[in-house]
């Protein structure tokens, strides 16, 4: 098989299924294959090795965890084996047996680790099907994470009779939600500034609740919603342990946890050297005006049917989607002027693969958990480290090996995508396409 060689040498792939990950808890090591195949080009290939790796309170584990160890109730084992679930993910496994015993949890995780399953499971488990109070509540940045939370939350209920879950967020009718509420959910999935509407309303109680978890707890707080977190948190003085997920500790995730949190165990997964060896990074220098058909010819070589293309404007992501259209491929764009119900109609139809491309916005597509998209474009090199890291981590999900392009075509672009490297240590290859359109290793 040809590969792609690098100073004479070539690269070759191993098989392979999770993303490397650091916690006091469970690990391993696998390697994730990629190609790329022109239309009878070369084929790509890289080898990315994984050293997973778990660390609890700073004592690393390689351990690795089956849900059948975790002494899960039968309602709970039946819901994950229907979703063909059968090991732990790290954050999972480490996170999982502190939260049975309502300690209050920090971690630190990557996108697309499972977090979301990791505070979960012990919540539906805790939960008790007869009481009509809500007992546990999930804090999330977005309406779009919010409902894809409620979501898998509602899977793990499927066999645990008697347990609700509803989604409290902006852009939706509120009297939908207060009728919602009258039907006594136990669990409660928000963003903060929806719930607080309720609050002041009277419309939800809060003061059975035991379980608390802010997911993507730092982007929350970046987002301005900490006073409305706080005054949340003040509501519950008596609930049982509070859990802080973050894809990354920010100096506002720790005066959370250091005001509301008891003796937290720290819980960190992470990929070597604070990378994604699961996602291979390429860069591409290109004229403005051939951004598109780059990407197009990408696409073709790779064999790409689900694809998120991010864009630093609203209106950029209208033009590309236009752009994509004009070129026969399925594209619609997502961003803050879009109504949430379109938004949410979009969204399906890509998760569906009624489109083959989602055209997005940072914000619009924050929490967004889609398993198999294939490959991220930086359409415009982001303006932030952080997007680039939330970027590419839409990719290379759920056990697969993904690949991410930026497209730079100027020298502010250059020189910003450099300084994204430096700062993330991601591995960011410079390639190029030749005359016959098949991609080579470029210089830079």
């Known amino acids: 098989m040809p590969v792609l060689k690098e100073s004479g040498k070539s690269e070759k792939v191993r098989g392979g299924e999770r993303a490397p990950c650091r916690i006091r808890g469970r690990a391993g090591t696998r390697a994730f294959p990629h190609r790329l195949c022109g239309l009878g080009g070369p084929w790509i290939t890289t080898q990315k090795e994984r050293k997973q790796t778990m660390e609890i309170n700073g004592e690393i584990v390689n351990d690795q965890v089956r849900y059948a160890d975790l002494g899960l109730s039968p309602e709970l084992m039946r819901a994950i084996d229907k979703k063909g679930y059968v090991q732990a993910t790290p954050v999972q496994g480490g996170s999982i047996p502190y939260f049975m015993e309502y300690k209050d949890v920090i971690a630190k995780a990557p996108t697309g680790t499972g977090k979301t399953f ?45 347990v609700r879950t509803v989604c409290l967020y902006g852009g939706q009718p509120i009297d939908k939600q207060i009728t919602q509420l009258k039907k006594d959910p136990q669990i409660v999935v928000a963003t903060p500034g929806r719930l607080m509407d309720h609050v002041k309303r009277r419309t939800v109680r809060l003061d059975k609740v035991q379980t608390v978890v802010l997911d993507e707890a730092d982007r929350m707080l970046d987002m301005g919603f900490i006073k409305d977190v706080t005054r949340i948190l003040d509501l519950m003085p008596k609930r049982r342990n509070l859990g802080l997920f973050s894809a990354t500790i920010s100096r506002e995730v720790m005066d959370i946890s250091w005001v509301y949190q008891r003796d937290p165990v720290e819980i960190t997964v992470r990929a070597d050297e604070e990378n994604k060896p699961d996602i291979t990074q390429y860069r591409l220098d290109v004229e403005r005006n051939e951004k598109v058909d780059t990407m197009v010819r990408l696409m073709e070589m790779g064999g790409y049917d689900r694809v998120i293309a991010f864009c630093n404007t609203k209106n950029m992501t209208d033009r590309l989607a236009g752009l994509l259209r004009m070129r026969h491929i399925t594209c619609e764009a997502i961003h803050g002027d879009i109504q949430q119900r379109v938004r949410e109609k979009t969204l399906q139809k890509f998760r569906e693969g009624q489109l083959q491309v989602l055209a997005a916005t940072d914000v619009a597509a924050r929490g967004l ?24 981590g839409r990719t290379g999900r759920a056990k697969r090996h993904g690949v991410a392009f930026s497209l730079v075509s100027n020298i502010t672009e250059g020189i910003r995508l450099d300084d994204i490297q430096k700062n993330t240590g991601n591995n960011i290859q410079y390639v190029h396409l030749n005359a016959q359109g098949e991609l080579e290793p470029g210089k830079k």
Do not use: W
């Open 118 to 162: 990791a505070f979960g499971i012990p919540m539906v488990e805790h939960i008790d099907p007869e009481s009509r109070d809500v007992q546990g509540l999930v804090l999330a940045p977005t309406r779009e994470l919010a409902i894809q939370i409620r979501d898998e939350l509602r899977d793990l209920c499927a066999f645990k009779e008697g």
């Open 369 to 392: 958990d889609i398993d198999d998209v294939d490959a991220v474009f930086n359409y415009d090199v982001p303006d932030e480290n952080e997007y680039y890291i939330h970027r590419i």
